[in-house]
């Protein structure tokens, strides 16, 4: 599968990726809560921004977390994957000391950090979607809580998803992604 972004005045490429069949495959996932399970290197974080920006892209107004664990990996990590993929002309400003990305057509991004977030922070969220990089780092309860926050009016209900990375390990994901069995879930690896 090809994925690709296009100038938005002429149609003209301006980036394009070649998917391998697991990154196909966590693109292309019906299910409502999707882990990408890899070892380093393998395009796990990249797959979690192409993925965000398409859902920001196909539907205005959307609103979408993408969280790592602390600040710091957030900066090295997905933000600078973020800014090295999505098309300048897609981005309408971002606020640095908000962790805010707005996009031309009224979608936002919001990036934060998961170590020191309150469940009553997210429980004021109204999300189309969101994104957690080494997710086995995260505390199951904020996992939990985004679930709940998946609310965004406008986004169809197949599309308000969560998205997780991880390298593999016996963390509380594999217990919910591989031993519980709930049809909502799907690893891939």
Known sequence: MIFSFQDVNTGEVVREWKFNV??????????KFVLFSGGRGCGK???????????????????ILMGRK??????????????DVCP?????SYQKSEGRVKLINGSEIIFRHLDTIAESDIRSLNLGAAFIDQAEDIPRVIFDALRM?????????????????????LTWLYGAFKQEGNPEFEVVE
């Not at 921004?49 to 205005?60: C, N, T």
């Not at 602390?70 to 800014?83: A, G, N, V």
């Not at 926050?149 to 390990?169: E, F, H, M, S």
Request: charged share 30%.
């Open 22 to 31: 697991s990154q196909e495959r966590f693109w292309k996932s019906q299910k």
């Open 149 to 169: 926050q998946l609310r965004r009016v406008g986004i169809k209900d197949g599309d308000r998803k969560i998205y997780l990375t991880c390298n593999p390990a």
């Open 45 to 63: 974080t990249l797959m979690l921004v192409l993925k965000a920006l398409d859902l920001a892209v196909r539907y205005s107004k959307n609103f």
């Open 88 to 92: 300048d002309h897609f981005i309408a």
């Open 70 to 83: 602390t600040y710091r990996e957030l900066q090295d990590t997905i933000l600078k994957d973020f800014f």
